[in-house]
């Protein structure tokens, strides 16, 4: 007993409408979740964690109000997901200032904010959802502010492992093309 029931054009009208609208919800509930998921932040931590380890020196406004040098172990704080390197500390808290670096999960971008002064409000200064592009623009902020006269790279126990790499790389290269040719 086959009792084949046709659909009327209003029922396919109705079905198809439907469909739509289940896409669009879809598609509404997926961006929600993206929204809501942690940003990848563990490179710009790791970063900071490895620099910080070395004998790098920055210049940066002392408590007197002069610029000084200050080993990056004491400018750079990393803590709850939010890295700050001190760029000026003074017993006046409106001459202090840092820049903060965090994860924002509303706009799914790390953003790099200037906080200085007291009680002070965050500048934004450069955003990206790419840690990558987050660390490179903090080396070109930083790189100026280095003190050359007391940052050696033949003291950097980072940067021995860089060269180390390096050459095991090239080495591994011309052995490859010995053997090729």
Excluded at 82 to 103: A, H, N
Excluded at 112 to 138: A, N
């Amino acid at each position: 007993m086959s009792n084949k029931l046709e659909l009327s054009q209003g029922t396919r009208y109705l079905f198809q409408h439907m469909e739509k609208i289940e896409q669009q919800n879809e598609i509404a509930r997926q961006e929600i979740v993206r929204a809501t998921q942690d940003l990848n932040f563990s490179e710009v931590e790791k970063f900071f964690r490895q620099i910080k380890t070395q004998n790098i020196f920055i210049f940066t406004v002392g408590l007197n109000g002069k610029q000084e040098s200050t080993i990056l172990s004491k400018a750079i704080f990393s803590m709850n997901r939010v890295v700050k390197v001190y760029y000026s500390t003074s017993f006046d808290e409106s001459k202090s200032g840092y820049v903060r670096i965090l994860p924002d999960r509303e706009q799914q971008v790390i953003k790099v904010e200037r906080m200085h002064g007291y009680r002070p409000k965050p500048e934004l200064l450069y955003q990206s959802p790419d840690e990558c592009h987050i660390i490179r623009w903090m080396i070109k902020w930083m790189l100026p502010r280095f003190d050359w006269s007391k940052t050696k790279l033949v003291n950097l126990d980072l940067y021995r492992l860089f060269n180390d790499e390096r050459e095991r790389k090239r080495k591994q290269v011309l052995l490859e093309e010995m053997e090729i040719g």
